[in-house]
């Protein structure tokens, strides 16, 4: 089981960047795939989530909804996230993470079982 993350990077308020996350074909077949975030002195946190298998529908948390979408490409077992109108409180190092959990995706992120290592995202005012 093993999830990648790629795309993160710096830039300003307003702008836009997209994280990529390729997993293990095991661990992409039916599975939640969802993106965590956490910024210095914070928790993690969940900002949105897809099941693979088709089931449900995307989750986002109220901080990056309208702003942030994830998608998925079942042919790259590949989940992206899209965001947009960033903001400097968006800073943290972001993670992708999968589980074979419901297909609802949103519960506690230390239920999650693999995790990627992480990729920055710095956005300055």
């Known amino acids: 089981a093993q999830v990648v993350e790629s795309g993160g990077g710096s830039v300003q308020a307003g702008g836009s960047l997209r994280l990529s996350c390729v997993a293990s074909e095991d661990t992409y077949i039916s599975a939640c795939m969802g993106w965590f975030r956490q910024a210095p002195g914070k928790e993690r946190e969940e900002v949105a989530a897809i099941h693979t298998g088709g089931g449900g529908i995307p989750y986002y948390s109220d901080s990056v909804k309208g702003r942030f979408t994830i998608s998925q490409d079942n042919a790259k077992n590949t989940v992206y996230l899209e965001m947009n109108a960033l903001k400097p409180e968006d800073t943290a190092m972001y993670y992708c993470?999968?589980?074979?959990?419901?297909?609802?995706?949103?519960?506690?992120?230390?239920?999650?079982?693999?995790w990627g290592q992480g990729t920055q995202v710095t956005v300055s005012s």
């Open positions: 993470a999968a589980d074979a959990g419901p297909v609802a995706c949103n519960y506690a992120w230390v239920l999650w079982s693999t």
